[in-house]
């Protein structure tokens, strides 16, 4: 059986539920790193996809389709 090394973010929180294992803590931090996680992506999304109007004209006007043959 091979051992796992584990990084610093998982030993964190296995010190945390070694304090307080309930479920209830567990659902909390769930929570937490969800919503966390989320803003972390919707804030790299609002940055990677930028529309504005010229973006939309430039859209408007090109062929997406492909002909099937």
Do not use: C, I
Request: glycine letters at 2%; charged letters at 35%.
């Amino acid at each position: 059986m091979e051992t796992t090394a584990f990084n610093p973010v998982q030993q964190h929180l296995l010190k945390l539920f070694a304090f307080d294992g309930s479920e209830e803590k567990l659902l909390e931090v769930k929570e937490v790193l969800t919503k966390y996680f989320s803003q972390k992506l919707d804030k790299r999304l609002n940055e990677l996809w930028v529309v504005n109007q010229d973006k939309l004209d430039e859209l408007r006007t090109k062929h997406l389709r492909t002909d099937l043959k």
